[in-house]
């Protein structure tokens, strides 16, 4: 069943109560990376690393071309989990961490996600919420994992009926 907000619209994410730990998720999303996805996200967010927006200068690199910034993937893999999870039920993020890039991500690259549950515990300071700690995991179009990290959201509990 969705979840529905205050305004009484569908939402799509899970109440507290809906997960189990070892629960698993593969994201229907896909998504291409792009050259300009790559370069305005670098740019916006003020890091001129020439890996990221200088094609001559990455190809003299171990790479021979531009990779994905990092911050970009973990904004994707995060993003593209949203749907199936946390969408109108999550409160807060709480944190990330054990991110990892274990293969790099290029232009061109089309990624796709997996989310594991890990863990669950009600919240001792806010009634009718709880953590629930996530795993995800971004692919690339060959299935080499290219980025994990674990999540942990403060979530809303499943309103009295």
């Known amino acids: 069943m969705p979840a529905t ?8 994410g899970l109440w507290f109560e809906d997960f189990k730990v070892g629960m698993t998720f593969s994201h229907p999303w896909t998504r291409t990376i792009t050259e300009t996805d790559n370069r305005w996200f670098s740019l916006l967010t ?4 020439p890996l990221h ?8 690199t171990e790479f021979g071309r531009p990779i994905v910034n990092s911050l970009f993937t973990l904004g994707c893999l995060v993003g593209m989990t949203v ?6 039920t999550t409160v ?3 944190g990330m961490t054990d991110v990892k890039f274990p293969h790099p991500l290029f232009e061109g690259d089309t990624i796709h996600v997996t989310t594991e549950v890990l863990s669950l515990r009600p919240s001792s300071s806010r009634p009718g919420q709880g953590i629930v700690t996530f795993r995800h995991n971004c692919f ?3 299935d080499d994992l290219c980025a994990v990290c674990d999540r942990a ?3 809303m509990g499943r309103p009295a009926t």
């Open 5 to 12: 907000h205050q305004g009484g619209c569908g939402m799509a």
């Open 92 to 94: 807060a993020n709480l």
């Open 140 to 142: 690339n179009q060959t």
């Open 83 to 88: 749907n199936d999870t946390t969408l109108g």
């Open 46 to 49: 003020m890091n001129p690393q």
């Open 53 to 60: 927006i200088d094609a001559h200068a990455a190809a003299q």
């Open 153 to 155: 959201a403060l979530m």
